[in-house]
Protein backbone atom coordinates (compact mmCIF):
# COMPACT_ATOMS: atom_id res chain seq x y z
CA UNK A 1 0.00 0.00 0.00
CA UNK A 2 1.65 3.10 -1.05
CA UNK A 3 0.93 6.38 0.17
CA UNK A 4 -0.87 7.92 -2.66
CA UNK A 5 -3.35 5.05 -2.64
CA UNK A 6 -3.66 5.54 1.06
CA UNK A 7 -4.87 9.30 0.72
CA UNK A 8 -7.10 8.28 -2.16
CA UNK A 9 -8.73 5.95 -0.26
CA UNK A 10 -9.29 8.72 2.70
CA UNK A 11 -10.89 10.95 0.50
CA UNK A 12 -12.88 8.53 -0.94
CA UNK A 13 -14.71 8.16 2.08
CA UNK A 14 -14.74 11.55 3.29
CA UNK A 15 -17.59 12.94 4.83
CA UNK A 16 -19.40 16.11 4.26
CA UNK A 17 -19.97 17.62 7.89
CA UNK A 18 -22.69 20.05 6.73
CA UNK A 19 -25.53 17.77 5.86
CA UNK A 20 -26.00 14.13 7.28
CA UNK A 21 -25.17 11.63 4.56
CA UNK A 22 -25.83 8.26 6.63
CA UNK A 23 -29.41 6.35 5.96
CA UNK A 24 -28.24 3.87 8.56
CA UNK A 25 -25.81 2.30 10.59
CA UNK A 26 -24.64 0.09 7.98
CA UNK A 27 -24.02 2.68 5.40
CA UNK A 28 -21.71 4.24 8.05
CA UNK A 29 -19.70 1.48 8.52
CA UNK A 30 -19.74 1.01 4.65
CA UNK A 31 -18.66 4.83 4.18
CA UNK A 32 -15.43 4.58 7.09
CA UNK A 33 -13.57 1.54 5.80
CA UNK A 34 -10.46 1.01 5.90
CA UNK A 35 -8.55 -1.31 3.60
CA UNK A 36 -6.15 -2.48 6.29
CA UNK A 37 -3.87 -5.46 6.62
CA UNK A 38 -4.70 -7.09 9.96
CA UNK A 39 -1.20 -8.80 9.75
CA UNK A 40 0.40 -5.41 9.41
CA UNK A 41 -1.61 -3.51 12.28
CA UNK A 42 -0.90 -6.13 14.65
CA UNK A 43 3.04 -5.78 13.68
CA UNK A 44 2.55 -1.86 13.76
CA UNK A 45 1.05 -2.96 17.36
CA UNK A 46 3.56 -4.95 18.18
CA UNK A 47 6.25 -2.24 17.36
CA UNK A 48 4.54 0.54 19.20
CA UNK A 49 3.92 -1.27 22.27
CA UNK A 50 7.75 -2.95 22.65
CA UNK A 51 9.78 0.17 21.25
CA UNK A 52 7.45 3.05 22.21
CA UNK A 53 5.79 2.20 25.98
CA UNK A 54 8.53 0.58 27.61
CA UNK A 55 10.66 3.96 27.36
CA UNK A 56 7.52 6.24 27.89
CA UNK A 57 7.11 4.02 31.24
CA UNK A 58 10.17 4.12 32.43
CA UNK A 59 10.42 7.82 31.61
CA UNK A 60 7.29 8.24 33.59
CA UNK A 61 8.71 6.03 36.66
CA UNK A 62 11.64 8.39 37.10
CA UNK A 63 9.10 11.49 37.29
CA UNK A 64 7.48 10.19 39.62
CA UNK A 65 10.35 8.74 41.79
CA UNK A 66 12.01 12.63 41.44
CA UNK A 67 8.73 14.22 42.46
CA UNK A 68 7.89 12.16 45.67
CA UNK A 69 11.17 10.90 47.05
CA UNK A 70 11.15 14.06 49.37
CA UNK A 71 8.25 11.67 51.30
CA UNK A 72 10.73 8.36 51.26
CA UNK A 73 13.59 10.63 52.28
CA UNK A 74 11.55 12.08 55.17
CA UNK A 75 11.19 8.72 56.92
CA UNK A 76 14.82 8.86 57.53
CA UNK A 77 15.69 12.33 59.16
CA UNK A 78 15.85 14.55 56.05
CA UNK A 79 13.91 17.09 57.16
CA UNK A 80 15.57 17.40 60.73
CA UNK A 81 18.80 16.91 59.09
CA UNK A 82 18.40 20.66 56.36
CA UNK A 83 16.53 21.88 59.77
CA UNK A 84 12.91 22.13 58.83
CA UNK A 85 10.55 23.33 60.92
CA UNK A 86 7.02 23.36 61.82
CA UNK A 87 4.89 23.35 58.30
CA UNK A 88 8.27 24.02 56.31
CA UNK A 89 8.24 20.41 54.46
CA UNK A 90 4.50 21.13 53.87
CA UNK A 91 5.42 24.10 51.96
CA UNK A 92 7.82 22.68 49.84
CA UNK A 93 5.73 19.86 48.63
CA UNK A 94 3.12 22.68 48.08
CA UNK A 95 5.17 24.87 46.09
CA UNK A 96 6.06 22.26 43.86
CA UNK A 97 2.48 22.39 42.39
CA UNK A 98 3.09 26.01 41.44
CA UNK A 99 4.87 25.87 38.77
CA UNK A 100 3.63 22.77 37.59
CA UNK A 101 0.36 23.89 37.19
CA UNK A 102 2.08 27.37 35.49
CA UNK A 103 4.49 25.67 32.55
CA UNK A 104 2.51 22.74 31.50
CA UNK A 105 0.52 24.72 28.83
CA UNK A 106 3.31 26.58 27.62
CA UNK A 107 5.81 23.73 27.43
CA UNK A 108 2.89 21.70 26.17
CA UNK A 109 2.57 24.06 23.22
CA UNK A 110 6.23 23.08 22.13
CA UNK A 111 5.64 19.81 22.81
CA UNK A 112 3.51 19.93 19.28
CA UNK A 113 5.74 22.58 17.93
CA UNK A 114 8.77 20.10 18.05
CA UNK A 115 7.77 16.54 19.38
CA UNK A 116 7.44 15.40 22.31
CA UNK A 117 10.14 12.63 21.66
CA UNK A 118 12.63 15.86 21.93
CA UNK A 119 11.24 18.11 24.50
CA UNK A 120 10.35 15.56 27.03
CA UNK A 121 14.03 13.60 27.43
CA UNK A 122 14.79 17.51 27.85
CA UNK A 123 12.80 18.22 30.47
CA UNK A 124 13.74 14.65 32.10
CA UNK A 125 17.46 15.79 32.33
CA UNK A 126 16.17 19.16 34.03
CA UNK A 127 13.89 17.36 36.83
CA UNK A 128 16.81 14.66 37.19
CA UNK A 129 19.10 17.62 38.10
CA UNK A 130 17.13 18.79 40.37
CA UNK A 131 17.08 15.44 41.87
CA UNK A 132 20.94 15.51 42.69
CA UNK A 133 20.76 19.06 43.76
CA UNK A 134 18.79 17.88 46.37
CA UNK A 135 20.57 15.63 47.94
CA UNK A 136 23.46 19.11 48.56
CA UNK A 137 20.75 21.31 49.93
CA UNK A 138 21.13 22.40 52.88
CA UNK A 139 18.29 24.45 53.75
CA UNK A 140 14.65 25.64 53.52
CA UNK A 141 15.38 28.32 51.19
CA UNK A 142 17.63 25.69 48.53
CA UNK A 143 15.11 23.46 48.34
CA UNK A 144 12.36 25.46 47.90
CA UNK A 145 13.90 26.63 44.82
CA UNK A 146 14.63 22.97 43.67
CA UNK A 147 11.43 21.99 44.12
CA UNK A 148 10.06 25.72 42.32
CA UNK A 149 12.23 24.60 39.04
CA UNK A 150 11.27 20.57 39.93
CA UNK A 151 7.45 21.73 39.17
CA UNK A 152 8.59 23.30 35.66
CA UNK A 153 10.87 20.28 34.18
CA UNK A 154 8.03 17.81 35.57
CA UNK A 155 4.57 19.84 34.55
CA UNK A 156 4.46 18.61 30.77
CA UNK A 157 5.04 15.20 31.07
CA UNK A 158 2.11 13.65 31.66
CA UNK A 159 -0.05 15.84 28.87
CA UNK A 160 3.00 15.37 26.61
CA UNK A 161 2.76 11.63 26.83
CA UNK A 162 -1.01 11.59 26.41
CA UNK A 163 -0.81 13.12 23.39
CA UNK A 164 2.28 11.57 22.12
CA UNK A 165 0.55 7.68 22.48
CA UNK A 166 -2.74 9.54 20.95
CA UNK A 167 -0.34 9.99 17.67
CA UNK A 168 0.43 6.69 17.81
CA UNK A 169 -2.81 4.41 18.73
CA UNK A 170 -7.20 4.47 18.02
CA UNK A 171 -8.99 5.58 20.78
CA UNK A 172 -10.46 2.57 21.45
CA UNK A 173 -6.56 1.52 22.11
CA UNK A 174 -5.48 4.90 24.17
CA UNK A 175 -6.75 3.98 28.07
CA UNK A 176 -4.80 0.95 28.13
CA UNK A 177 -1.95 2.06 26.86
CA UNK A 178 -1.69 5.41 28.85
CA UNK A 179 -2.99 3.07 31.92
CA UNK A 180 0.41 1.04 31.34
CA UNK A 181 2.55 4.61 31.27
CA UNK A 182 0.36 5.73 34.34
CA UNK A 183 1.29 2.52 36.16
CA UNK A 184 5.04 3.40 36.43
CA UNK A 185 4.06 6.38 38.89
CA UNK A 186 1.82 3.51 40.73
CA UNK A 187 5.33 1.25 40.40
CA UNK A 188 6.98 4.10 41.70
CA UNK A 189 5.07 4.24 45.45
CA UNK A 190 6.15 0.51 46.06
CA UNK A 191 9.57 1.10 43.70
CA UNK A 192 10.80 4.07 46.03
CA UNK A 193 9.72 2.19 49.34
CA UNK A 194 11.98 -0.14 48.02
CA UNK A 195 14.85 2.01 47.05
CA UNK A 196 14.41 3.68 50.06
CA UNK A 197 14.89 0.69 52.23
CA UNK A 198 18.59 -0.54 50.35
CA UNK A 199 19.30 3.18 50.48
CA UNK A 200 18.99 3.76 54.34
CA UNK A 201 20.77 0.56 55.01
CA UNK A 202 23.81 2.30 53.71
CA UNK A 203 26.16 3.34 56.41
CA UNK A 204 28.63 6.23 55.66
CA UNK A 205 30.61 8.09 58.45
CA UNK A 206 30.54 11.13 56.02
CA UNK A 207 27.05 11.16 54.10
CA UNK A 208 23.42 10.33 55.02
CA UNK A 209 21.65 7.94 54.18
CA UNK A 210 18.77 10.04 52.58
CA UNK A 211 21.82 11.37 49.94
CA UNK A 212 22.02 8.42 48.22
CA UNK A 213 18.22 7.82 47.76
CA UNK A 214 18.83 11.35 45.62
CA UNK A 215 21.76 10.48 43.99
CA UNK A 216 20.40 7.41 42.55
CA UNK A 217 17.13 8.75 40.78
CA UNK A 218 18.51 11.79 39.52
CA UNK A 219 21.98 9.73 38.30
CA UNK A 220 19.60 7.38 35.88
CA UNK A 221 17.15 10.13 35.46
CA UNK A 222 19.61 11.79 33.36
CA UNK A 223 20.94 8.83 31.93
CA UNK A 224 17.65 7.44 30.53
CA UNK A 225 16.75 10.69 29.31
CA UNK A 226 19.70 10.76 26.95
CA UNK A 227 19.07 7.31 25.84
CA UNK A 228 15.35 8.17 24.97
CA UNK A 229 16.33 11.12 23.23
CA UNK A 230 18.17 9.15 20.64
CA UNK A 231 15.57 6.39 20.62
CA UNK A 232 11.80 7.87 20.45
CA UNK A 233 10.14 8.61 17.54
CA UNK A 234 8.65 12.09 16.34
CA UNK A 235 6.24 10.47 14.42
CA UNK A 236 5.27 7.37 12.34
CA UNK A 237 6.07 8.52 9.38
CA UNK A 238 9.71 9.13 9.99
CA UNK A 239 9.98 6.38 12.02
CA UNK A 240 12.99 4.10 10.91
CA UNK A 241 11.93 0.56 12.36
CA UNK A 242 8.62 0.82 9.89
CA UNK A 243 8.03 0.03 6.93
CA UNK A 244 6.35 1.71 4.27
CA UNK A 245 3.27 -0.59 4.50
CA UNK A 246 3.42 -0.26 8.58
CA UNK A 247 3.84 3.77 8.01
CA UNK A 248 0.87 3.81 5.77
CA UNK A 249 -0.98 1.86 7.96
CA UNK A 250 -0.41 4.12 10.65
CA UNK A 251 -1.65 6.77 8.85
CA UNK A 252 -4.89 4.95 8.17
CA UNK A 253 -5.72 3.94 12.02
CA UNK A 254 -4.73 7.42 13.18
CA UNK A 255 -7.77 9.55 10.59
CA UNK A 256 -9.74 6.60 11.36
CA UNK A 257 -10.07 6.67 14.98
CA UNK A 258 -8.26 9.60 16.72
CA UNK A 259 -7.38 12.96 14.30
CA UNK A 260 -8.58 14.94 12.00
CA UNK A 261 -5.24 15.45 10.94
CA UNK A 262 -1.99 13.97 11.23
CA UNK A 263 0.85 16.16 11.98
CA UNK A 264 -1.83 19.72 11.81
CA UNK A 265 0.19 22.84 11.95
CA UNK A 266 0.39 24.67 15.38
CA UNK A 267 -2.40 27.31 15.62
CA UNK A 268 -2.33 28.62 19.17
CA UNK A 269 -5.44 30.60 18.46
CA UNK A 270 -7.64 27.35 17.14
CA UNK A 271 -5.58 24.96 20.07
CA UNK A 272 -8.07 27.11 22.80
CA UNK A 273 -10.71 26.55 21.12
CA UNK A 274 -12.74 23.68 23.01
CA UNK A 275 -12.81 26.10 25.86
CA UNK A 276 -15.80 27.91 24.21
CA UNK A 277 -17.93 24.72 24.68
CA UNK A 278 -19.50 24.45 28.28
CA UNK A 279 -18.48 20.49 28.21
CA UNK A 280 -14.93 21.40 28.87
CA UNK A 281 -15.67 23.18 31.74
CA UNK A 282 -17.39 20.33 33.48
CA UNK A 283 -14.24 18.05 32.51
CA UNK A 284 -12.32 21.25 34.24
CA UNK A 285 -14.18 20.71 37.19
CA UNK A 286 -14.05 17.00 36.53
CA UNK A 287 -10.24 17.28 36.90
CA UNK A 288 -9.76 19.66 39.49
CA UNK A 289 -11.50 17.56 41.94
CA UNK A 290 -10.17 14.19 41.13
CA UNK A 291 -6.52 15.50 41.14
CA UNK A 292 -7.44 15.99 45.49
CA UNK A 293 -7.39 12.42 46.30
CA UNK A 294 -4.91 11.68 43.97
CA UNK A 295 -2.39 13.76 45.08
CA UNK A 296 -3.37 13.18 48.88
CA UNK A 297 -2.76 9.14 48.10
CA UNK A 298 0.64 9.91 45.78
CA UNK A 299 2.36 12.54 48.54
CA UNK A 300 1.20 11.42 51.46
CA UNK A 301 0.63 7.72 51.70
CA UNK A 302 4.41 7.17 53.44
CA UNK A 303 2.93 9.77 56.41
CA UNK A 304 -0.37 7.52 56.44
CA UNK A 305 0.47 4.34 57.02
CA UNK A 306 3.27 5.66 59.38
CA UNK A 307 0.31 6.89 61.28
CA UNK A 308 -0.99 3.43 61.64
CA UNK A 309 2.53 3.16 64.32
CA UNK A 310 5.03 1.43 62.51
CA UNK A 311 8.80 2.07 62.63
CA UNK A 312 10.40 3.80 59.58
CA UNK A 313 11.44 0.62 58.22
CA UNK A 314 8.64 -1.22 58.36
CA UNK A 315 6.71 2.37 56.82
CA UNK A 316 8.96 1.94 53.45
CA UNK A 317 7.88 -1.27 53.23
CA UNK A 318 4.64 -1.53 54.28
CA UNK A 319 4.22 1.21 51.24
CA UNK A 320 4.87 -1.41 48.44
CA UNK A 321 1.84 -3.96 48.92
CA UNK A 322 -0.98 -1.06 48.54
CA UNK A 323 1.03 0.23 45.36
CA UNK A 324 0.87 -2.87 44.09
CA UNK A 325 -2.44 -3.57 44.43
CA UNK A 326 -3.43 -0.41 42.82
CA UNK A 327 -1.10 -0.92 40.02
CA UNK A 328 -3.10 -4.21 39.00
CA UNK A 329 -6.68 -2.23 39.61
CA UNK A 330 -5.34 0.75 37.07
CA UNK A 331 -4.55 -1.87 34.44
CA UNK A 332 -7.44 -4.20 34.89
CA UNK A 333 -10.05 -1.15 34.68
CA UNK A 334 -7.82 0.79 31.58
CA UNK A 335 -7.85 -2.54 29.92
CA UNK A 336 -11.55 -3.10 30.54
CA UNK A 337 -12.18 0.47 29.77
CA UNK A 338 -10.97 0.19 26.14
CA UNK A 339 -12.25 -3.03 25.45
CA UNK A 340 -15.59 -2.30 26.24
CA UNK A 341 -15.02 1.13 25.04
CA UNK A 342 -16.64 3.07 28.01
CA UNK A 343 -15.34 5.84 29.98
CA UNK A 344 -17.26 6.98 32.88
CA UNK A 345 -18.43 4.19 34.29
CA UNK A 346 -15.11 3.07 34.82
CA UNK A 347 -14.07 6.26 35.82
CA UNK A 348 -17.07 5.93 38.94
CA UNK A 349 -16.07 2.83 40.19
CA UNK A 350 -12.70 4.00 41.41
CA UNK A 351 -14.02 7.31 42.43
CA UNK A 352 -16.20 4.95 44.85
CA UNK A 353 -13.76 3.21 45.75
CA UNK A 354 -11.23 5.49 47.05
CA UNK A 355 -14.01 7.32 48.74
CA UNK A 356 -14.40 4.70 51.14
CA UNK A 357 -11.71 4.56 51.64
CA UNK A 358 -10.90 7.94 53.20
CA UNK A 359 -14.14 7.64 54.85
CA UNK A 360 -12.74 4.52 56.77
CA UNK A 361 -9.76 6.69 57.36
CA UNK A 362 -11.31 9.06 58.84
CA UNK A 363 -13.56 7.96 61.13
CA UNK A 364 -11.83 5.08 63.17
CA UNK A 365 -8.47 5.21 65.33
CA UNK A 366 -5.64 4.32 63.21
CA UNK A 367 -3.80 2.48 66.29
CA UNK A 368 -6.62 0.83 67.86
CA UNK A 369 -7.83 -0.58 64.24
CA UNK A 370 -4.74 -1.02 62.56
CA UNK A 371 -5.71 -3.62 60.38
CA UNK A 372 -8.54 -1.80 59.10
CA UNK A 373 -6.50 1.10 58.69
CA UNK A 374 -4.32 -0.52 56.59
CA UNK A 375 -6.56 -2.05 54.66
CA UNK A 376 -8.65 1.58 53.81
CA UNK A 377 -5.13 1.94 52.23
CA UNK A 378 -5.46 -0.69 49.82
CA UNK A 379 -8.76 1.35 48.97
CA UNK A 380 -7.13 4.51 48.51
CA UNK A 381 -4.49 3.58 45.82
CA UNK A 382 -6.91 1.17 43.92
CA UNK A 383 -9.00 4.03 43.18
CA UNK A 384 -6.54 7.11 43.05
CA UNK A 385 -4.89 6.44 39.91
CA UNK A 386 -7.50 5.31 37.58
CA UNK A 387 -9.74 8.59 37.61
CA UNK A 388 -6.41 10.13 36.17
CA UNK A 389 -5.99 8.14 33.14
CA UNK A 390 -9.17 7.28 32.65
CA UNK A 391 -10.76 11.23 32.09
CA UNK A 392 -7.51 11.96 30.24
CA UNK A 393 -8.02 9.47 27.99
CA UNK A 394 -11.59 10.59 27.84
CA UNK A 395 -11.26 14.25 26.57
CA UNK A 396 -8.68 13.21 24.15
CA UNK A 397 -10.82 10.85 22.75
CA UNK A 398 -13.54 13.80 22.05
CA UNK A 399 -11.26 15.75 20.74
CA UNK A 400 -10.30 15.20 17.40
CA UNK A 401 -7.98 17.80 16.04
CA UNK A 402 -4.20 17.49 17.25
CA UNK A 403 -3.60 20.96 18.48
CA UNK A 404 -6.95 21.12 20.79
CA UNK A 405 -5.68 17.73 22.01
CA UNK A 406 -2.34 18.92 22.89
CA UNK A 407 -3.58 22.30 24.72
CA UNK A 408 -6.72 20.31 26.76
CA UNK A 409 -4.86 17.50 27.63
CA UNK A 410 -1.85 20.13 29.00
CA UNK A 411 -4.29 22.41 30.77
CA UNK A 412 -6.76 20.08 32.37
CA UNK A 413 -3.65 18.07 33.79
CA UNK A 414 -2.48 21.19 35.22
CA UNK A 415 -5.74 21.73 36.76
CA UNK A 416 -5.55 18.28 38.24
CA UNK A 417 -2.37 19.02 39.56
CA UNK A 418 -3.35 22.36 41.24
CA UNK A 419 -5.50 20.58 43.67
CA UNK A 420 -2.73 19.51 44.62
CA UNK A 421 -2.11 22.74 46.42
CA UNK A 422 -5.20 22.04 48.16
CA UNK A 423 -3.97 18.22 49.61
CA UNK A 424 -1.14 19.91 50.25
CA UNK A 425 -2.82 22.78 52.61
CA UNK A 426 -5.17 20.45 54.79
CA UNK A 427 -2.10 17.40 54.85
CA UNK A 428 -1.01 20.07 58.34
CA UNK A 429 1.56 18.82 60.84
CA UNK A 430 -0.80 19.70 63.68
CA UNK A 431 -2.73 16.85 62.30
CA UNK A 432 -0.73 14.36 62.63
CA UNK A 433 -0.94 11.07 62.61
CA UNK A 434 -4.76 11.04 62.22
CA UNK A 435 -4.75 13.64 59.32
CA UNK A 436 -8.80 14.06 60.15
CA UNK A 437 -9.21 17.56 58.10
CA UNK A 438 -7.26 16.25 55.21
CA UNK A 439 -8.98 13.02 54.39
CA UNK A 440 -12.26 14.65 55.12
CA UNK A 441 -11.76 17.48 52.19
CA UNK A 442 -10.04 14.19 50.34
CA UNK A 443 -13.21 12.57 50.78
CA UNK A 444 -15.44 15.60 50.05
CA UNK A 445 -13.76 16.35 46.42
CA UNK A 446 -13.72 12.75 45.19
CA UNK A 447 -17.79 12.84 46.21
CA UNK A 448 -17.67 15.98 44.21
CA UNK A 449 -16.04 14.43 40.90
CA UNK A 450 -18.40 11.33 41.47
CA UNK A 451 -21.29 13.17 40.96
CA UNK A 452 -19.74 15.11 37.75
CA UNK A 453 -18.55 12.36 36.13
CA UNK A 454 -21.97 10.32 36.20
CA UNK A 455 -23.92 13.02 35.18
CA UNK A 456 -21.52 13.54 32.17
CA UNK A 457 -21.50 10.40 30.90
CA UNK A 458 -25.30 10.20 31.42
CA UNK A 459 -25.84 13.49 29.31
CA UNK A 460 -23.59 12.11 26.90
CA UNK A 461 -25.55 8.93 25.99
CA UNK A 462 -28.31 11.54 26.08
CA UNK A 463 -26.70 13.36 23.26
CA UNK A 464 -26.15 10.66 20.78
CA UNK A 465 -29.34 9.05 20.90
CA UNK A 466 -30.89 12.63 20.61
CA UNK A 467 -28.31 13.06 17.32
CA UNK A 468 -29.64 9.23 15.93
CA UNK A 469 -32.99 10.08 16.02
CA UNK A 470 -32.49 13.80 14.50
CA UNK A 471 -30.74 12.56 11.43
CA UNK A 472 -32.41 8.52 11.06
CA UNK A 473 -29.00 6.71 11.94
CA UNK A 474 -30.40 3.95 14.31
CA UNK A 475 -27.64 3.33 17.35
CA UNK A 476 -24.51 5.36 15.72
CA UNK A 477 -21.40 4.99 18.02
CA UNK A 478 -18.32 7.07 18.14
CA UNK A 479 -16.54 3.76 16.85
CA UNK A 480 -18.75 4.14 13.72
CA UNK A 481 -17.11 7.31 12.29
CA UNK A 482 -13.94 8.50 11.26
CA UNK A 483 -12.41 10.68 13.32
CA UNK A 484 -10.75 12.31 9.72
CA UNK A 485 -14.49 14.01 8.88
CA UNK A 486 -15.10 15.58 12.36
CA UNK A 487 -13.04 19.18 11.28
CA UNK A 488 -15.50 20.76 13.19
CA UNK A 489 -15.60 18.31 16.48
CA UNK A 490 -19.06 18.41 18.53
CA UNK A 491 -20.25 20.64 16.36
CA UNK A 492 -20.05 18.31 13.33
CA UNK A 493 -24.06 16.34 12.48
CA UNK A 494 -21.86 12.65 12.14
CA UNK A 495 -19.81 13.71 15.61
CA UNK A 496 -20.76 11.01 18.49
CA UNK A 497 -19.90 11.52 21.84
CA UNK A 498 -17.30 8.70 23.30
CA UNK A 499 -18.90 8.24 26.78
Avoid at 233 to 255: C, G, M, Q
Avoid at 264 to 278: C, G, T, W
Wanted: hydrophobic share 45%; with cysteine.
Amino acid sequence: MDMEKTNETFAAHQIDDSLPKFDDKSDVERSSARVIDPEVQRSLLRKCDWFILPPLTIMYLFNALDKGNVANAKTDGWDKDIGLVGNQYYLLVMIFYVPFCLFGTPISLLVKRFSAARVLPLMMIGFGSMSLFTSIAKNFSEIFAIRWFLGIFESAMLPGVVYYLSTFYRRGELASRVGLFYAAAAIAGAFSGLLAFGSFQIDSPKYHSWQFLFWIEGGATIFFAVFAFFWLPRDSDTWWILNDNEKAVARARILEDSSVTINEKLSIRDAFRPFKDPLYWVWAFISLSLGVPLASVNNFLPQIVASLGYSTIKTNLFTVAPNVVGTVALLVLTFSSDYFRERSIHICIPLATTLVGFIVLGSIDPIAHRGVAYFACFLLTMGASAPSVLVATWYNNNTPQESRRAVVTAVMVALANASGLISTNVFRAQDEPKYVPALATSAAFGGLCLVLVSATGLWMRWENRKRNREQGTGNLTAADVPTETLGQGPKSLSFRYMY
